[in-house]
């Protein structure tokens, strides 16, 4: 059974920082790509970055310079370090993993970032 567990969501003020965390199981996690997604009410989800097995990352042209993403194979775990945070950051956060050549994509709970003007 595979599972994603996010955790480090919550209530920040604007200009403060956050870090996600989304440890995964059921997987050969060093194997995935993982990338985190957002999705705000009335938005479209988007992806906001990701990272592969080789630890190539990019990232949305909204967070670029703000968040990085990052990968430790030996907790099975990705982040999502998120700085200089933005009210149109709020968001529900989800944690994606997948591997290249398959269709099949698993999917975290999300959880939820709110930033306070």
């Known amino acids: 059974q595979v599972q994603l567990v996010e955790s480090g969501g919550g209530l920040v003020q604007a200009g403060g920082s956050l870090r996600l965390s989304c440890a995964a199981s059921?997987?050969?996690?060093?194997?995935?790509?993982m990338g985190w997604y957002r999705q705000a009410p009335g938005k479209q989800r988007e992806l906001v970055a990701d990272?592969?097995?080789?630890?190539?990352?990019k990232y949305a042209d909204s967070v670029k310079g703000r968040f990085t993403i990052s990968r430790d194979n030996a907790k099975s775990t990705v982040y999502l370090q998120m700085s200089s945070l933005k009210p149109e950051d709020t968001a529900v956060y989800y944690c994606?993993?997948?591997?290249?050549?398959?269709?099949?994509?698993?999917w975290g709970q999300g959880t939820q970032v709110t930033v306070s003007s």
């Open positions: 990272i592969t097995s080789g630890e190539n990352t």
């Open positions: 059921g997987i050969i996690f060093r194997f995935y790509a």
């Open positions: 994606n993993a997948g591997l290249s050549g398959s269709d099949k994509l698993y």
